[in-house]
């Protein structure tokens, strides 16, 4: 193995690390043990650095005992039922079949996982100890496995057919002045510069955060990453529309202002006092609305192609966004104020732009406002949903 994929070995190198005996990295398995005990193996694996099982040797003696071609065609089977419905998140898996010395040795390559904590049906974490395993139960040692993921974050990936050319400069310049109390030019850097230093592009690049935030072209590149919006006469998504917005264009600042404009007229008003002339608000405060779609905008993921929806009923307001919530972080947490940055780069600038607060507070703070407030986080259809009751 090279690099944490898999390639191809022969007789005399498998013979060799069978002869090693099982390892950290090297696990002996003569059948298919119990789907549930296959899980904690490729979980340990993926927890840790990686390695192989060989399936057709005894992990007592390290015998050779090969599989059948039926063995093998059901092991497959398993490992990729197992790797795909048992391991949360899933994993994938590289088999091959080597000969030695007349049997047939599946051996399955794990690569070292880029979405930890991997966890069973039960959320239960292993790690691998050696030649065995062992179960994780430290706060601390779940929060290593976080830091240590070495997944490509969605919003540091490069655009393909973007351009430091396609940059809004009066946009970008609005960010420097609120990040540095300084304008471009009195910087002296030239914009492509200031860029790279930020993270923000590469060779010409502009990267997801960049484009979102200041590409003239985010609508033209990525326009599945906005925001639609429905307000419709009744409680059923089948009732009639009475007001629609398609994909709003612009990048996040613009679609984040459109969608609050959006929200407005359709949203009741009511006066804040008794009074004749009494100033009015919103039925649901506004600030509730401001955290939400910021929330939604800097926090959904990424990696799905699909719009956010905000959907607005005659009882709630849904705000739905792509992607459940990232590895540990549940529902409870969000309420305690934790959070975790499925988009750091984003986070980190769009800070300077948007109305975040920050610091997990967001949903604290809406709950306070407006504890109407319904969190579903749906994991069949990879998706986070809030729902803020109307009062009718």
């Not at 060799?16 to 694996?45: C, W």
């Not at 510069?193 to 010409?204: E, M, Q, R």
């Not at 590409?215 to 059923?236: A, M, N, T, Y």
Request: with cysteine.
């Amino acid at each position: 193995m090279e690099n944490g994929n898999s390639i191809a070995m022969n007789e005399q190198e498998l013979l060799a690390i069978i002869q090693g005996g099982e390892s950290s990295k090297v696990q002996f398995k003569e059948r298919l043990p119990h789907l549930d005990t296959l899980a904690h193996e490729l979980i340990a694996f993926s927890n840790s650095q990686g390695g192989i099982i060989l399936f057709g040797i005894n992990d007592k003696t390290g015998k050779l005992n090969g599989l059948s071609f039926a063995e093998i065609q059901q092991l497959n089977q398993q490992l990729v039922n197992t790797a795909s419905q048992k391991v949360y998140p899933p994993v994938y898996l590289i088999t091959e079949t080597i000969p030695v010395q007349g049997n047939n040795i599946v051996v399955v390559t794990v690569n070292e996982g880029g979405d930890k904590p991997y966890k069973d049906s039960n959320g239960t974490i292993y790690v691998k100890n050696g030649a065995d395993k062992r179960k994780v139960t430290s706060n601390d040692e779940i929060a290593r496995l976080l830091q240590s993921r070495k997944s490509l974050y969605a919003d540091e990936s490069l655009i393909n057919g973007s351009s430091i050319n396609d940059i809004d400069l009066d946009q970008f310049n609005s960010f420097i002045l609120r990040k540095y109390k300084k304008s471009i030019e009195d910087l002296n850097i030239d914009v492509e510069k200031i860029l790279a230093n930020l993270d923000l592009c590469k060779n010409d690049l502009l990267n997801l955060t960049c484009l979102l935030l200041f590409s003239k072209k985010r609508h033209l590149l990525r326009p599945q990453f906005s925001i639609q919006c429905v307000s419709i006469d009744g409680p059923k998504i089948e009732n009639t529309f009475i007001d629609s917005e398609g994909i709003i264009d612009g990048t996040i600042p613009i679609v984040f202002q459109r969608t609050m404009d959006f929200i407005d007229r359709n949203m009741k008003k009511v006066p804040e006092t008794t009074g004749f002339n009494s100033p009015t608000k919103w039925e649901i405060p506004y600030e509730v609305f401001e955290e939400l779609i910021v929330n939604a905008l800097v926090h959904r993921d990424y990696y799905i192609s699909s719009t956010i929806k905000v959907i607005i009923y005659s009882n709630r307001v849904e705000i739905i966004s792509p992607g459940k919530l990232p590895n540990s972080l549940t529902i409870e947490n969000i309420k305690n104020g934790v959070s975790i940055a499925r988009n750091p780069i984003l986070l980190s600038t769009a800070q300077f732009i948007l109305p975040y607060k920050g610091l997990g507070t967001g949903i604290i703070r809406s709950y306070n406002l407006y504890p109407e407030i319904i969190m579903e986080n749906d994991i069949v259809n990879n998706q986070f949903k809030v729902v803020i009751k109307r009062k009718t």
